[in-house]
């Protein structure tokens, strides 16, 4: 694997002054994936973005990781809900004069 693409997590949290044990939570959490090749770990540049919005959350709300992993939870559900209104909403235009 070319690792060109990933971002080292030493380097990253050297950089930002994050702890990596918030990285290697993340990823028991699921939120994130860290691949290692050759003893060094890894995030994708994707990740980032999920890294730094839970860190957000939890230095500026004070929300613990279980607390987000609900949030995220609750979130896919409604975007799964609206999707499926959008759907209906829809198909019942068939019905509309």
Known sequence: MQTENY???NRYC????TPIEFIYSLHEFG???VT???NQEYVRPNDLVEIERISRLK???GINLEGI???NHMIEKMNRLENELRIVRERLRIYEP
């Open 59 to 61: 230095n500026e709300l």
């Open 36 to 38: 290692e090749v050759k």
């Open 69 to 71: 992993d609900a949030i």
């Open 14 to 17: 050297k950089h930002t002054q």
């Open 31 to 33: 939120f994130i994936e």
């Open 7 to 9: 971002i080292l997590i």
